[in-house]
């Protein structure tokens, strides 16, 4: 993870199983409000666990959707 983050997206993004959506939504409002977050996001796109796969693809989905009109220097990372 960049910066040495991210364990609270893994904590979040590990609830229910790959039926479910983790926190994604909790964790998209957090990446929003801090973009400098987004590295952390993409960086469990690799986990060894298809459930956290899957939870991080989805957050990162419902931040993609929501920050079309943000600039894109905005997303630089730490």
Avoid: I, Y
């Avoid at 993870?1 to 039926?19: I, K, P, Y």
């Avoid at 964790?27 to 666990?49: K, Q, S, T």
Wanted: positive net charge; aromatic residues 2%; charged residues 25%.
């Amino acid at each position: 993870m960049s910066c040495g983050r991210g364990a609270l997206f893994r904590e979040m993004l590990a609830v229910g199983d790959l039926r479910s959506d983790g926190l994604a939504s909790e964790v998209a409002g957090l990446v929003l409000a801090r973009p400098e977050l987004l590295a952390d996001l993409v960086a469990l796109l690799g986990d060894v666990h298809p459930a956290m796969r899957g939870h991080a693809a989805d957050a990162l989905e419902r931040v993609s959707r929501q920050a079309r009109a943000r600039p894109r220097n905005t997303w630089r990372g730490c």
